[in-house]
């Protein structure tokens, strides 16, 4: 039944079925916001380079952004460390630079890798960073700067240490660390791998200089015995949370939640808060609202058809915790404070099976229909309610049209198969997504989503449940429609939020 539905549909998106009409015009409508009289949001900010992978920390009323600089400037040394700082999501200020990479190729840091920061109780800065030597072996180490204002740093060669017999010499990286209260000492996560697979070991330090192998703390519970990157653990509320990055296969930001700091660490049913689209999150509070800093990639020639490709863009989203302790992503509260503004807003183009009123559509089931809008040139929030949807519907944003008013870039959501997919083509029946996040549509008769677009970026969050976030160069500047393929969704209270 499926096949044929899908063939079907193919046949259906082959006719097109593109007779379209003019708006009817609607007698009431919103004041106009001139958008010269507002301040643009960066919501997926970027510098000079490529932003790889984040590391944050908040201290005195700002979240700290430490980032892998990807200069793409083919010198021998890469990925020296960045900073960006933020108090509200918003508006970034970019202290460029922080720590270099090595002089020579014969340095252990002529790379360097993903790391934390911290404050010791003196107020003294520490950051520990992965130092990583493609012509070295062991081509990763363990490595350490101090700073008084986290902007200017001193490196502390003594203070280098690489792995044990019991670790993998070349797999040895991405260290985070923070202080444990009981143990009067502070302990370290290094990703590495032991026996085959991808474990986070533990260290422990009473002096921050000297450092002890204690263990493994977390071992691959995924089945691929893959690299688990970007580690971070956290305590919010009465729950400890282990985050971690799959290298392969998936390459998404996973958690898992423990009573205790020793665990054991269980995985919740849905362990990702979003898809391929957001890589390296790691895990941060500023002592009342937790987030994930991460990253999403451009695409390989910044071609919107192609794969990813590695740094880009930052990507924050909020956490918020569930009765039960697990974590859902929810849109910024600061940001949806700064895309307030209600923007004038009416189709230009719509299939002739639609009535639209009041910035609400229904659509009757007929092939492809959509309703199409005008270009957004600069960071906006769209929202949508979305309801009366049936068992194999398939609907969704889409971008960028063709020259037959299809969108070559579509997050789609996908009913028969309880997921919601990210695809740079405009053949979503024919082609595989790229990025697919789980939804459980049996029993949801209603969604609520949230649209953030802005540099290229784009992440929609759904019934403040999930997220799914996609690199679309064509999402500003090209006409956004609501589409249905065969569905009988009805979209209302489409608004546009500057």
């Keep these: 039944m499926k096949k044929l ?110 790391g934390c920061v911290i404050k010791d109780q003196d107020g003294k800065y520490h950051a520990f960073y992965t130092g990583h030597n493609d012509f070295r072996s062991p081509m990763e180490a363990i490595m350490h700067a101090v700073s008084d204002d986290m902007l200017t740093w001193t490196k502390v060669p003594a203070d280098t240490f690489i792995a044990g017999d019991n670790y993998s010499k070349d797999d040895f990286r991405d260290p985070y660390v923070f202080y444990v209260e009981e143990e009067h000492c502070w302990w370290m996560l290094v990703v590495t791998r032991s026996a085959g697979t991808g474990v986070i070991a533990k260290y422990t330090s009473t002096d921050l200089s000297k450092w002890k192998d204690a263990g493994i703390l977390f071992e691959d519970d995924m089945g691929y015995g893959t690299n688990m990157e970007c580690p971070t653990l956290i305590q919010y509320g009465d729950k400890w949370y282990l985050s971690f990055s799959d290298q392969w296969p998936d390459r998404v930001v996973h958690y898992r939640i423990a009573d205790s700091i020793r665990g054991p660490f269980t995985k919740p049913e849905q362990d990702t808060w979003d898809g391929s689209g957001f890589y390296a999150g790691r895990l941060e509070t500023d002592g009342t609202n ?58 230009v183009l719509m299939t002739d099976t639609i009535k639209y009123e009041k ?24 929202d949508a309610d979305v309801s009366g949807w049936g068992k194999e519907d398939l609907f969704g944003f889409a971008f960028a049209p ?26 979503i029946i024919e082609n595989d997504p790229q990025s697919v996040v789980p939804f459980e549509f049996n029993g949801c008769y209603s969604i609520h989503t949230t649209l953030f ?46």
């Design 5 to 114: 539905f899908c063939i079907t549909l193919i046949a259906l998106l082959l006719l097109t079925a593109c007779n379209h009409k003019e708006p009817e015009e609607e007698s009431e409508k919103i004041d106009v916001v001139q958008l010269s009289e507002l301040d643009e949001a960066a919501v997926f900010p970027k510098t000079e380079d490529f932003i790889g992978d984040t590391m944050p920390f908040y201290d005195d009323g700002q979240m700290n952004i430490f980032y892998l600089a990807d200069q793409r400037d083919g010198r021998t040394g890469y990925h020296p460390w960045g900073l960006l700082r933020t108090s509200d999501y918003c508006t970034y200020e970019d202290m460029g630079i922080v720590i270099p990479y090595g002089d020579s190729a014969e340095d252990q840091d002529i790379a360097l890798g993903t």
């Design 290 to 347: 937790l987030y994930a800093v991460g990253w999403n990639g451009t695409k390989i020639g910044h071609d919107d058809e192609n794969d990813y490709d590695w740094a880009g863009n930052v990507v924050v989203h909020q956490l918020e915790q569930r009765s039960d302790g697990t974590l859902k992503p929810i849109p910024n509260i600061k940001v949806m404070e700064k895309l307030s503004h209600r923007l004038d807003m009416q189709p």
């Design 359 to 382: 910035n609400a559509c229904q659509l009757a089931g007929d092939r492809y229909e959509l309703v199409q809008f005008d270009p957004v040139e600069r960071t906006v929030r769209i």
């Design 402 to 427: 063709d020259f037959e008013n299809v969108g070559m870039m579509n997050m789609v959501f996908d009913v028969a198969n309880n997921q919601i997919c990210f695809y740079n083509t405009d053949s």
């Design 453 to 498: 677009i802005g540099g290229g970026v784009a992440t929609l969050y759904v019934n403040n449940e999930i997220a799914l976030t996609a690199r679309m160069y064509r999402s500003q500047g090209t006409c956004w429609q609501v589409f249905g393929v065969n569905s009988t969704a009805k979209w209302e209270n489409i608004a546009v939020y500057a």
